[in-house]
C-alpha cells in the first residue's frame, strides 16, 4: 500500500450501521482532506432548513440567497465551508473537477460570476479527526468507504444518498439501507 492510498482524500464515508444515536448516524461524509495531520471533511447528506442569506450577513449575489445551507460536522458550527464544481476547474483541490473552500470573499466572487455548469453547496461546521483518529474508526468499521463522484456529492435529493448507495453496494447493505431509524418499531 502506498503512503498516499491509505488515506482517504476524495473517498465518501458512510455510516456502517453502528453509529445509531451519534451525530453520524447515517451520513456521508465527503473527506476533502486527509494526511498524517488528521482528517477533514463535510457532511453532504444533511441540509439545514435554513437558506445562505439567513446566515450570512453579507451583501449577497442573488444566486446564493436562497442556497441550500448544509451541516458539514458537528465541529465549529459557525464555520463556514463550501464545496465548488465547473466544467474546467484546474485548481481543483479535493478530487478532479471539486475543490473546497473557506473564503467568504471567494465565494462571493463565485456566487457573481455567471457559469451554466457549476455546482456548489455551501456548510456550516466540519468533522474534523486528530492524527490516528479516522484510521482507528476505519479499523473498528464503523464507516464504510465508497468512491466519490460529482454526482453523489452534487445529488439532488441529499437526504437519501446514505440509502442509495448502500442499496448500490449489495444485499448485505440493502438491508442495513432498508432498516428503520429506530429497529425497535420493526
Known amino acids: 500500500m502506498t503512503e498516499k492510498s491509505k488515506f482517504l482524500q476524495g473517498q465518501l464515508l458512510l455510516d456502517a450501521g453502528g453509529l445509531s444515536g451519534s451525530f ?104 474534523g479527526w486528530a492524527p490516528g483518529q479516522l484510521e482507528n474508526e476505519m479499523k473498528r468499521n464503523a464507516w464504510l468507504t465508497h468512491p466519490a463522484t460529482l454526482d453523489l456529492v452534487f445529488d439532488p435529493e441529499p437526504e437519501k444518498l446514505w440509502q442509495k448507495i448502500l442499496r448500490g453496494k449489495g444485499w448485505k447493505y440493502r438491508l442495513l439501507a432498508e432498516m428503520p431509524d429506530d429497529p425497535s418499531v420493526n
Not at 471533511?41 to 446566515?55: M, Y
Not at 455548469?117 to 466540519?126: E, I, M, Q, S, V
Open 24 to 127: 453520524f448516524a447515517r451520513t456521508v461524509v465527503l473527506i476533502c482532506q486527509h494526511d498524517a495531520e488528521g482528517a477533514f471533511g463535510l457532511v453532504i447528506n444533511r441540509a439545514t432548513e435554513k437558506k445562505f442569506s439567513e446566515v450570512v450577513t453579507s451583501d449577497l449575489p442573488e444566486t446564493l440567497k436562497d442556497h441550500p445551507l448544509f451541516v458539514g460536522g458537528p465541529v465549529q458550527p459557525a464555520a463556514m465551508s463550501y464545496l465548488h464544481s465547473d466544467a474546467f476547474l484546474p485548481d481543483a483541490n479535493v478530487m478532479t473537477g471539486l475543490s473546497l473552500g473557506h473564503s467568504l470573499e471567494e465565494l462571493l466572487d463565485l456566487g457573481g460570476d455567471f457559469s451554466p455548469t457549476r455546482k456548489l453547496k455551501t456548510f456550516a461546521g466540519y468533522s
